[in-house]
């Protein structure tokens, strides 16, 4: 009886990280975080943002008011970097606008012209 290795991996990677405890931002992550949240926030289109840890994933959300819902939420998910990506933005609707492996990668969906509000 054969064994697929990339499910044992999985399996011993998702062992390793609950054992860990809640998965956070490494410093270069959060600083590219930062600086992205700078730029919209002297654009005037961002105001607030929060970081929640979790279990499994870590999100930085960011608000356009710190009373409303989020406008987006850039997750870190280690579980799922092996298939789908670790990170995704994920909109106001709980749509994912964009996933992959690399936080660059996502984070082009905030490049100037790819987003436009519609009234």
């Known amino acids: 009886m054969a064994t697929d290795p990339s ?10 990280q609950s ?12 600083t590219r975080l930062l600086s992205l949240y700078g730029r919209m ?21 960011v608000f356009r008011r710190a009373s409303e819902a989020p406008l987006y939420r850039i997750e870190k998910r280690p579980a799922l970097a092996r298939r789908q990506g ?11 606008l964009r996933r992959g492996h690399e936080l660059e990668q996502v984070l082009r ?5 790819r987003l436009k509000v519609i009234d």
């Open 7 to 16: 499910a044992n991996d999985s399996q011993a990677q998702a062992l390793a």
């Open 19 to 30: 054992r860990k405890g809640p998965v956070f931002f490494q410093r270069a992550e959060f």
């Open 41 to 61: 926030v002297a654009a005037g289109e961002w105001r607030d943002y929060s970081i929640e840890p979790g279990a499994e994933a870590c999100a930085f959300s």
């Open 86 to 96: 670790a990170w995704a933005v994920i909109g106001q609707g709980g749509m994912i």
């Open 109 to 113: 969906v905030f490049e100037k012209g």
